[in-house]
């Protein structure tokens, strides 16, 4: 549903109302539909007037600890408000407005909120989809992770999950609950091996890497093969994969619309930190491998093409969690 207008009007046409159901219930889902609206509205004008108190009392106690983590001493201060104010305006970012909400999701103490917000920086527009994740603290809904609304306002480059719910760290720490696949892959696969244990994280102001202890991501082998109607990839790790994982493949091959040139496409299975599959391909996971089938329009395969997978944990982009281990592996096609 594409809902315009007040955005009391529009989440509580989102969550039925007027529907023959049970009144109550009716009118407290709405009632949190609507409040839950209000929160993500008022975050987006908080970020507009570059209120560090009101962003920072927008925020969830795990958000402030995290992005103080992640920003404050890069800015050197523990000050929330003085360094959600000095983040925002980098790049020429100047304000955004929300064009359109909805749909929005009330479930216990979480709720979502999906905005197309329209970004006005100095050197012109840009239209982007956000969700805003808020979880319920002290009685109020409170935002539980940056949004795309954050990463744009402070000119940096939002990650794959930014939009995903936040993960809880009982979860992330057990193995993925995605099923076996409901695919067969191809016969006499091509198979790429990889050396074990080479995952790595970086680290400070110089990025150094460290060996990383996140044997989920440790590509060990990839077999690729031909199956109707698209490529099977079944990678192999070093254990069972996690929630908040990425396996994003970049795929390079001759350009139809550019003769003697090279096209490039990614695509991304990405577990978010509930345990719960993204991305375009179909997907299974059984023991240590997760296979994918991904549609030959997404990859064309032939003598040229080529590929290079990247597992990643996306745990350091998960403010819900208190102990997040970072990590990623990189297989190139060989």
Not at 48 to 59: H, L, P, S, V, Y
Not at 94 to 99: K, N, P, Y
Not at 202 to 217: D, K, N
């Amino acid at each position: 549903m594409r809902c315009r207008g007040l955005a009391i009007a529009c989440a509580l046409a989102l969550a039925g109302c007027g529907s023959h159901g049970s009144g109550s219930k009716s009118s407290t889902t709405a009632a949190g539909s609507a409040r839950a609206v209000a929160a993500a509205r008022s975050y987006v004008g908080d970020l507009n007037r570059r209120d560090g108190a009101a962003i920072c009392g927008a925020w969830t106690s795990d958000m402030r600890r995290w992005t103080q983590g992640q920003f404050g001493l890069i800015l050197r201060t523990s000050s929330c408000p003085e360094y959600a104010t000095r983040l925002i305006g980098h790049h020429g970012w100047m304000r955004a407005s929300i064009l359109r909400v909805g749909p929005v999701s009330v479930a216990g103490d979480r709720a979502s909120v999906t905005l197309v917000e329209r970004h006005f920086h100095k050197q012109g527009g840009k239209t982007v989809a956000d969700v805003i994740q808020l979880a319920r603290e002290d009685g109020q809904w409170k935002v539980a992770k940056p949004g795309e609304v954050f990463y744009q306002a402070i000119g940096s480059e939002a990650p794959t999950s930014a939009l995903d719910p936040p993960g809880t760290q009982s979860v992330v720490d057990a193995s993925s609950r995605i099923g076996p696949p409901g695919f067969a892959c191809g016969q006499s696969p091509k198979v790429t091996q990889d050396r074990a244990g080479d995952q790595i994280y970086r680290a400070g102001l110089g990025a150094i890497s460290y060996p990383a202890a996140t044997a989920w991501v440790d590509i060990r082998r990839v077999e690729v093969s031909s199956v109707g109607g698209g490529t099977c990839f079944a990678i192999e790790l070093g254990a069972p994969p996690r929630p908040d994982s990425s396996f994003q493949f970049t795929f390079h091959f001759p350009s139809a619309s550019r003769p003697g040139t090279f096209a490039e496409r990614k695509v991304e299975l990405r577990i978010d930190g509930l345990a719960r599959p993204h991305g375009v391909a179909r997907a299974g996971v059984t023991g240590n491998r997760v296979l994918l089938l991904i549609p030959r329009r997404l990859a064309p395969t032939g003598q040229f093409f080529t590929w290079v997978l990247a597992a990643s944990s996306t745990q350091s982009d998960d403010p819900g969690l208190q102990h997040p281990v970072p990590g990623q592996d990189v297989a190139p096609d060989r």
